[in-house]
């Protein structure tokens, strides 16, 4: 069963950093490119990072580019995103999926509140 | 930068009714378009990819359609368990932008 579990998310003030992971199993994690995407409280969905497979290719949105980096560890079957400059803007919900190329499997998220 | 238009913004439908939605692209994407199903407090579930290819165990009364910069989702007699919201999604090529959702209501 492919079962994808986030976590590293908190309360954390405006302008600090927070590094979330996300561990995979049930399928060959080196395989695949995976993403993460957010949904703050009460709204839709924005795809935020995408890396893949072997790391050679990183897409990142506009609204994080400069502030956020995607990478994974292959062998420790995670994915990782560091968020640094955080703003209130950034508070949401953080899903991690599987790219195939659709996003067919998503973990249960882990929310992120930036707040002083 | 791509924006996916999806429309309407919300539905209220009867239980077997038929129910369309739309999702328009700003620029031609061909058939990379994928649809999710989100209920409350739970993790989007893909629905449709590529356009019109139905994901493993959903039910055939969900179709995707369309090609290029638009598309339609389409739910054949609706069930009380349909209640959601839909978002459409670019898939393939980055960025990887999600329409805004359809909110679909059970009267």
């Known amino acids: 069963e492919v079962q994808l579990v986030e976590s590293g998310g908190g309360l954390v003030q405006p302008g600090r950093s927070l590094k979330l992971s996300c561990v995979a199993s049930g399928f060959t994690f080196s395989n695949y490119g995976m993403n993460w995407i957010r949904q703050a409280p009460g709204k839709g969905l924005e795809w935020v990072a995408y890396?893949?497979?072997?790391?050679?290719?990183?897409y990142y949105a506009e609204t994080v580019k400069g502030r956020f980096t995607i990478s994974r560890d292959n062998a420790k079957n995670t994915l990782y995103l560091q968020m640094t400059s955080l703003r209130s803007e950034d508070t949401a919900l953080y899903y991690c999926a599987r790219s195939d190329p659709a996003f067919d499997y998503w973990g249960q998220g882990v929310m992120v509140t930036v707040s002083s | 930068n791509i924006v996916m238009t999806q429309s309407p913004k919300s539905m209220s439908i009867s239980v077997g009714d038929r129910v369309t939605m739309n999702c328009k692209a700003s620029?031609?994407?061909?058939?990379?378009i994928a649809w999710y199903q989100q209920k409350p407090g739970q993790s989007p579930k893909l629905l449709i990819y590529?356009?019109?290819n139905r994901y493993n165990g959903v039910p055939d009364r969900f179709t995707g359609s369309g090609y290029g910069t638009d598309f339609t989702l389409t739910i054949n007699s609706v069930q009380a368990e349909d209640a959601a919201f839909y978002y459409c999604q670019r898939i393939y090529n980055s960025p990887y932008t999600f329409g805004a959702g359809t909110k679909l209501e059970l009267k």
């Open positions: 590529y356009a019109s």
């Open positions: 620029q031609n994407v061909y058939n990379n």
């Open positions: 890396i893949s497979s072997g790391s050679s290719y990183i």
